[in-house]
T-cell receptor
């Protein structure tokens, strides 16, 4: 039972354009959502998070949007840069649920 | 500032062999985790420890055991390795097991079981 799903295994974007990565979840107990970025041969690193009391959180070029009614979150990267090429994982957790549950990951490739 | 340190980085085992993956964190975190990453499967939780002295099963615990040796260290043991345990293993830690704090990851252990 995959509670956090990233349905796009990969995404290819031109440098300077917007990258949109999507994530869906099924467990209503999740109230905290995170995005992690992972380069090859390294561990995942935290990128940005959002609490369920918000619908948007920005940090520089990265913005996370949360649609609670649709149980959907997305990560927008604007403008995309070649150094953003990595695997992106969404994760969900929360006060009631505790430990983080991860999605399958989306491989983002940003072409110069 | 080391963060989360895992050893070894690479390991090849024969089927049936045993080994222990070591993990230590220097951030004074209460909670520690072991995940495995497989293609198309994302990061799946094997075991976790909410605090020193406690451990609990995650999503895929079969074939593994863990020990929370102290607040800093959380080890993962494979008693009889199987090819299905070929994977990349990540240790992580966070301040609390409330899911509202980010987890910090080690660099991973690439394990191959032949």
């Amino acid at each position: 039972d995959q509670q956090v799903k990233q349905n796009s295994p990969s995404l290819s974007v031109q440098e300077g354009r917007i990258s949109i990565l999507n994530c869906d979840y099924t467990n209503s107990m999740f109230d905290y959502f995170l995005w992690y970025k992972k380069y090859p041969a390294e561990g995942p690193t935290f990128l940005i998070s959002i609490s369920s009391i918000k619908d948007k959180n920005e940090d520089g070029r990265f913005t996370v949007f949360l649609n609670k009614s649709a149980k959907h979150l997305s990560l927008h990267i604007v403008p995309s840069q070649p150094g953003d090429s990595a695997v992106y994982f969404c994760a969900a957790g929360g006060t009631s649920y505790g430990k983080l549950t991860f999605g399958q990951g989306t491989i983002l490739t940003v072409h110069p | 500032n080391a963060g989360v340190t895992q050893t070894p980085k690479f390991q090849v085992l024969k089927t049936g062999q045993s080994m222990t993956l070591q993990c230590a964190q220097d951030m004074n975190h209460n909670s520690m985790y072991w995940y495995r990453q497989d293609p198309g499967m994302g990061l799946r939780l094997i075991y976790y420890s909410a605090s020193e002295g406690t451990t609990d099963k995650g999503e895929v615990p079969n074939g593994y055991n863990v020990s929370r040796l102290n607040k800093r260290e959380f080890s993962l043991r494979l008693e009889s390795a199987a090819p299905s345990q070929t994977s990349v293993y990540f240790c992580a830690s966070s301040g609390y097991l409330d899911g509202n704090t980010e987890a910090f990851f080690g660099q991973g252990t690439r394990l191959t079981v032949v």
